[in-house]
């Protein structure tokens, strides 16, 4: 199987396609398993390489939905897109969403997701009312913020470790309308985007920022600023026209992101004119990449990183500078670099990666070495800064570093199922 | 709205294509074997299709109790508008040829008591001038070939009984559809290794159903490309085919 970034590429030896949630003894098998949902992680949380994988898509089955008052229980194959295309017109949306809706709800608890209402929500996990994990040893454990407070904190954030989510019971947040309402603004500097998020802040629950990555001198740290907040009652447009999604073909040999293309569209980016303000249905404000189908496949057959940390307040102006030059110095641009506040609220899981600070997420085509050395010289600034690098993106960070970002790794390992592991958990781990 | 009667509706085609008619308002009849299952099928229709759903568990192959079931669902429903007859079982080959119970079980399942099913409900939709009638059969009925000839025959049996009901009833106002599903991504074919572009996941197969409905088609191969690859592998002069390992 392949993770989104396509890189790495292992091999399973056995994949359980699950439909109904049975008990885990009746596979027969005596391999390590780790859920796999839609594939959406980027590197290797979702990959088992000599092990087995348990395809969670055929638990997609809706549960519960109560329409009064926006509680939604359903299996853990489920779409975010397929709960968005049922509760929308019924005026109730995620109270958290990712950047994409193609992930499943139980990787959506798995890695703890956010989206861009942190700084007011929290993340994914902070609106989870419930779960069911089954264990290996066939116990079924309704887990809550209340009851099972330990198998609940760390099944959150969790990386799919310490059994099967066969169910999932979220609290939706309502909505007048499938409308938003969107303000652009441009940023000369880190310090006019810091500016601008504590007049944001207060006014917006959505905010997320794209950086100019491959600027320099006096441009670095340039961008633009997007913000965002669902339309109030009475204002909207007749339905858009539904856009066809296109889908990018096949993986090219070599990476169509390049520097020439990274440089071109970075400024274009940046110049293009846009609307200060407007109404825009919410796909494109919260999923822009995902009327691209496969668009993973433009960084090529050797695939590409990502690298999402995140830089406690404090030093995050002088760390993030230091990660934009050490980028900028390098030629590796990133073409979508993206830029935003995390809030104080947390779900409590143990190996949640939001925390308060300024997160940063990158991507990098895969150029082997010369890649993840630059991405190691990044390690060592978030490092410094006691931050954290997120491992729903990772593929690559070292044990060190991660058992420093995540000092409640231990106490986490207790509670992984005997029977589950991860190439990613394996490589964490290993010193 | 309609009103449509599912039969084998713990299938994977049967569910994916039950969930694109519920968008569209449908009502439901559910039928299916396993109890626990379709209570969470229709608990899941249910949700999507806003309405109540009524459904039944029961072993199909006592064709004895088809005209009952029947019954029940022409009540609930208040009529039945469409028929999907989508149960089914992929018999173990080998075991077959080793047992002829087990090659007339496969046989009673995929092919009589479909049949049964859809004498019965011809009948009632003949009677009332109109009625939609889909059945899944598959592209393993085109040709006998040694690797699951057993359900090849069964689904073969069904393709001819069919085309005979659609020529009686084209007169009458009633569509007969047989589906012919090329390899399905679903627990039907758990055991096989799932490579290659000739898979296809469940809600393609959904997706054509409802299209072949609306366009009022006879016989439709899913997806389309199967056509192309059946009219070759039908017209291979049986004396070159025999020797094939297909």
């Known amino acids: 199987m392949k993770p989104w970034a396509n890189y790495p590429q292992q091999n399973e030896q056995v994949k359980i396609a699950l439909f109904f ?15 796999f949902g839609n594939g959406r992680s980027y590197g ?20 519960v939905f109560n329409p009064a008052n926006g509680v939604l229980r359903a299996e853990a194959g489920v779409l975010l897109s397929e709960i968005l295309a049922l509760t929308v017109p019924q005026g109730w949306f995620l109270s958290v969403t990712p950047g994409t809706q193609f992930v499943t709800l139980g990787g959506a608890v798995a890695n703890d997701v956010h989206g861009k209402n ?28 209340k009851q099972n407070i330990e198998w609940f904190q760390a099944t959150v954030g969790g990386l799919g470790l310490t059994g099967l989510i066969t169910w999932v019971e979220i609290q ?55 913000a965002g907040m669902h339309a109030p009652p009475g204002l909207m447009k007749p339905p858009p026209a ?53 668009w993973n496949r433009l960084y090529g057959r050797r695939g590409f990183f990502q690298y999402q940390c995140v830089i406690p307040p404090l030093d995050a102006r002088e ?37 308060p600070g300024i997160t940063l997420a990158l991507d990098f085509p895969n150029r082997g070495q010369k890649t993840l050395a630059l991405l190691e010289r990044l390690d060592e600034v978030t490092r410094q800064a006691g931050g954290a690098v997120y491992p729903a993106k990772d593929a690559r960070m070292s044990g060190d570093s991660f058992r420093q970002y995540y000092p409640q790794w231990e106490v986490f390992s207790r509670s992984i199922d005997p029977r589950f592991s991860s190439s990613f958990w394996r490589r964490v781990i290993a010193d | 709205m309609r009103n449509i009667l599912i039969i084998g509706a713990t299938s994977a085609i049967a569910e994916t294509t039950a969930r694109r008619f519920a968008v569209a308002g449908a009502r439901f009849y559910l039928v299916g074997r396993n109890a626990e299952k379709l209570a969470a099928i229709a608990r899941d229709l249910e949700i999507r ?50 047992s002829v119970e087990k090659t007339l079980a496969a046989i009673q399942t995929n092919a009589l008591s479909a049949i049964s099913l859809a004498t019965l409900l011809a009948n009632t939709f003949e009677q009332r001038g109109r009625g ?42 009633v569509q007969v559809l047989t589906i012919k599903p090329g390899f399905v991504d679903t627990p039907m074919t758990a055991a096989f290794e799932k490579k290659g572009l000739l898979w296809a996941q469940p809600d393609q197969i959904a997706k054509g159903i409802v299209a072949a409905v609306e366009r009022g088609r006879d016989e439709v191969y899913l997806p389309g490309f199967w056509r192309w690859i059946m009219l070759v592998i039908r017209h291979i002069p049986e004396g070159i085919f025999k020797r094939l390992k297909l």
């Open chain 1, 21 to 35: 949630p049975a008990s885990l003894k009746n596979f027969g098998i005596h391999k390590k398993l780790i859920p």
């Open chain 1, 44 to 63: 290797d949380v979702c990959l088992n390489d000599g092990g087995a994988l348990l395809l969670t898509r055929g638990l997609d089955r809706f549960i």
């Open chain 1, 118 to 145: 942190h700084h007011v929500a929290g993340s994914f996990g902070s609106h989870v009312r419930a779960f069911e994990l089954l264990r290996s040893d066939s116990e079924r454990l309704t887990c809550t913020p």
């Open chain 1, 172 to 226: 939706l947040q309502r909505i007048a309308n499938p409308w938003i309402v969107a303000e652009n603004r441009r940023f000369a500097s880190l310090d006019e985007f810091l500016a601008l998020n504590d007049d944001y802040e207060a006014r917006y629950p959505y905010i997320v920022s794209w950086i100019d990555c491959a600027a320099r001198g006096r441009a670095l740290g340039r961008g633009i600023y997007m």
């Open chain 1, 242 to 294: 539904e856009r066809r999604a296109l889908t990018v073909p096949f993986a090219p040999p070599i990476s169509l992101i390049n520097n020439l293309s990274v440089r071109g569209f970075n400024w274009l980016y940046y110049h293009l004119p846009r609307p200060a303000r407007g109404l825009i249905p919410y796909q494109p404000f919260f999923y822009p990449l995902d009327n691209l189908l496969e």
């Open chain 1, 319 to 355: 760390a993030l500078r230091e990660i934009l030059a050490r980028i900028a110095a390098s030629g590796q641009g990133s073409m979508l670099a993206v830029l935003k506040r995390f809030g104080e609220r947390t779900s409590g899981g143990l190996l949640s990666f939001p925390r």
């Open chain 2, 49 to 98: 299709s806003g309405q109540p759903i009524a459904r039944e568990s029961m072993d199909l192959d006592q064709l004895n109790l088809h005209p009952a079931l029947l019954e029940r669902a022409e009540q609930v429903l208040g009529g039945i508008d469409v028929a999907f007859i989508a149960h089914g079982i992929l018999p173990d080959q080998a075991a077959c040829q080793q």
């Open chain 2, 132 to 173: 939609i009638l889909i059945v899944i059969s598959s592209v393993a009925g085109d040709r006998g070939r040694q690797s699951n000839y057993v359900y090849g025959a069964a689904k073969g049996m069904l393709n001819l009984f069919l085309q005979g009901l659609r020529n009686r009833l084209s007169e009458k106002g």
